[in-house]
């Protein structure tokens, strides 16, 4: 097949995938819309869709009409912030094979490690949150080292581990948090305030996109792709992974060292999961105050399979990820559909997206035409030559 | 310590532990069976959200429990169904599937919770805990005559139905496995589906029904979730046992009666947590327990396992260097 029509059957396959999500998403919309009447019901389900697809990014009201706004692309790109990096840590594990689903425990646990440093350690500002987005990403990564050698020393499940591992680090934090860490002051469980050196400051002055706030660390989400990519693509390790993640056994035939990979490959998505905490935390908190999971790691799931494993792709689905979540957030307040239609929708799109013989039909006819096409080319030439 | 340990020993103690179990039980025979078949289902956790929910809904509204336990099990198998669909007909990673569904089970079943509820309560609820009360539940059953035995008759008797059909299912599912046709071919499948397929067993017939078996078996795990062991749904509140169920699977060799005495650890180490919080120690110490037992359970399996292959691995040597 020829790269031109690759090219255009994944995005034919996409958007397909993208539209049985919305129309399931707009049967729920439609079950779930107030009105008595199916005329009434109707316009409730376009209202709704309107807020969920142009919502994210344009404000409608009756009396000035639509219009762009800056503040919520803002958020949005804020939003893709954490999200970009578990869906980076997600890719570099599952690249190797290795389904490892502990970016969730991760990135509350980088969050924790980054909120502690950003408290307890008197450091100059400019030096301080570098240090403590550092000591989030080290101590998820050291996390991390349990599945991985236990994987590869003892073969036991990588999955289950870093699941159960998720629930071990969202009670001991909770546990911390409540005994040790909390300000007693408060009137709930949060930490005490951050130092104002461990900040990580807004690009532009907060009254250009007026209040929204978008660090450095959309920057620095951005800087981590093109690293990952780097490494993914252009050097030797991120081509043992990728080797590994196709065929574990030729790798090893080719003497490649599997355990020390399926290691680095842990290693390195726990602190990015880590420092995608430490980032969020530091950037748009100034307190610790987590008391559950917060759900990164499994939107980091879907967005590497949207993405297809590749770095590059990331950020494209981390923004179309949140677009999506911002889009029900405000369907669930205008429109009263509750917020949780987001699930639905990413769990609908994820399928299909890892459905391998998804149009598999459609992809047969263009394979077809390719040969067939090729076959009278080489014909051509042959009655020419 | 001392005292402690007397708390221990209590009828209470032991019947919590066959109680909190059962569900576990149930997920880890459904995890068996797919197993055995030759893959992986890691959406049990889904699974049995989607049915508790299902489960409490339709007990609430028939007003009979028994049509909840119903829905809650036709939910598991039709998902289930749908989970293989995408497995075996769209070739989708199945482990994937799992995760899909457990994505949906987590906020997709408050979504539905909340538009169900909002349709019919006329206002959105975030759990089902309101609408279900004892007489909705499925119910305890005392066993006569066993109840009257002191200490082990408040063990055994007193139980609700579905932890008797939790352990009675694994003897039936460990039957299924080895004397009957059906489990042959699962096992065939799962060992070498192309054999299986030479002698004429339809391959992806079998992967559905062990599919659908799990899907069952996850219905009667979410079933008791909303309506034995909590009155009604709520958010998470199969909290991981789907997972810690693909851990029992693995620690029990993959075999019933293994299983069973995994599901019966974790419920020990769940129902010690509880007993941890009660004298005083913080919940938040006390609940990451099972799923630590889990870990420790799994490297403890392994090495086990290892050396057994080990061993055996060094007998075969010998024998060969002997015949030599």
């Known amino acids: 097949m020829t790269k031109r029509r690759q090219i255009r059957f994944t995005i034919i396959r996409s958007l397909v995938a993208i539209c049985i999500a919305l129309l399931v998403a707009t049967l729920l919309i439609f079950i779930s819309a107030g009105g008595d009447s199916f005329q009434e019901k109707l316009q409730a389900t376009g209202e709704a869709l309107k807020q969920m697809l142009i919502g994210p990014l344009f404000r409608m009201s009756k009396k000035k009409g639509t219009s762009f706004e800056l503040k919520r692309l803002a958020d949005i790109l804020a939003a893709m912030i954490p999200t970009i990096f578990t869906g980076l840590s997600v890719c570099i594990m599952f690249s190797a094979n290795q389904f490892n689903l502990g970016a969730e425990g991760g990135i509350m646990l980088g969050a924790f490690a980054s909120a502690m440093a950003a408290i307890y350690l008197p450091l100059p500002a400019g030096l301080h949150p570098v240090v403590a987005v550092l000591i989030g990403g080290t101590a998820v990564a050291i996390v991390m080292l349990l599945p991985a050698l236990l994987k590869t020393k003892l073969n036991v499940s990588e999955m289950v581990c870093s699941l159960m591992l998720n629930y071990i680090i969202m009670y001991v934090i909770k546990f911390l948090m409540n005994t040790y860490l909390a300000d007693k002051s408060r009137g709930q469980i949060m930490s005490f305030p951050f130092r104002e050196t461990a900040n990580i400051p807004p690009i532009v002055n907060n009254t250009v996109f007026s209040g929204a706030k978008l660090t450095w660390g959309f920057v620095i989400a951005i800087f981590a792709v093109i690293l990952c990519g780097l490494f993914m693509y252009r050097s030797r390790w991120g081509y043992a992974i990728r080797m590994i993640g196709i065929n574990q056994d030729f790798a090893k035939y080719s003497g490649m060292k599997v355990g020390s990979v399926i290691v680095l490959s842990q290693i390195l998505g726990g602190f990015l999961a880590g420092a995608g905490g430490g980032i969020e935390m530091l950037g748009r908190y100034t307190n610790f105050s987590w008391s559950a999971l917060p759900g990164y790691g499994w939107t980091g799931i879907t967005i590497a399979i949207l993405a297809g494993n590749n770095p590059y792709m990331v950020p494209f689905a981390a923004f179309f990820m949140a677009y999506l979540s911002k889009g029900c957030d405000l369907m669930a307040t205008y429109a009263k559909v509750p917020a949780q239609l987001i699930d639905i929708i990413q769990g609908v799109i994820f399928l299909f997206f890892a459905a391998e013989q998804f149009l598999s039909g459609y992809r047969q006819r263009l394979v077809v035409k390719s040969a067939e096409e090729e076959i009278a080319a080489r014909a051509k030439l042959q009655k020419e030559g | ?324």
């Open chain 2, 1 to 324: 310590m001392l005292n402690f340990l007397k708390m221990l020993i209590t009828p209470e103690f032991f019947f919590s532990i066959i109680r909190i179990s059962a569900p576990i039980l149930f997920a880890t025979l459904a995890a068996i069976v797919v197993e055995k078949a030759g893959f992986a289902n890691i959406g049990l956790e889904g699974l049995m959200m989607f049915s508790a929910l299902a489960g409490s809904l339709v007990s609430y509204y028939t007003k009979t429990w028994y049509f909840g336990l119903l829905a809650a099990l036709a939910t598991g198998v039709m998902m289930s169904l749908i989970m293989g669909f995408f497995a075996f007909k769209l070739k989708t990673d199945i482990i994937l599937v799992g995760v899909a569904i457990n994505m949906m089970g987590s906020g997709g079943t408050l979504f539905l919770c909340k538009v169900i509820t909002n349709l019919t309560q006329g206002k959105a609820m975030a759990s089902t805990t309101g609408l279900i009360t004892k007489s909705l539940c499925i119910p305890d059953i005392t066993i006569p005559f066993i109840n009257k035995i002191p200490f082990l008759g408040s063990v055994i008797s007193g139980h609700n139905l579905l932890t008797y059909l939790a352990f009675l299912f694994c003897l039936l599912t460990s039957i299924m496995l080895y004397k009957t046709p059906l489990g042959l071919n699962i096992r065939a499948v799962g060992e070498n589906p192309n054999a299986a397929s030479s002698v004429g067993v339809s391959v992806l017939r079998i992967k559905y029904t062990a599919m659908a078996f799990s899907g069952l078996m996850s219905g009667f795990g979410g079933a008791f979730m909303s309506m034995a062991y909590a009155q009604g749904w709520s958010l998470d509140m199969v909290s991981g046992r789907g997972f810690i169920a693909l851990a029992a699977q693995a620690m029990g060799g993959g075999e019933c009666f293994g299983g069973m005495l995994s599901a019966i650890v974790f419920g020990f180490a769940q129902a010690l947590g509880i007993k941890f919080s009660a004298i005083g120690l913080d919940s938040n110490l006390a609940s990451p327990i099972p799923y630590a037992v889990t870990i420790i359970g799994l490297v403890i399996f392994a090495i086990v396992r290892n050396s057994k292959i080990r061993k055996q691995h060094s007998a075969a040597v010998l024998a060969k260097s002997e015949a030599k």
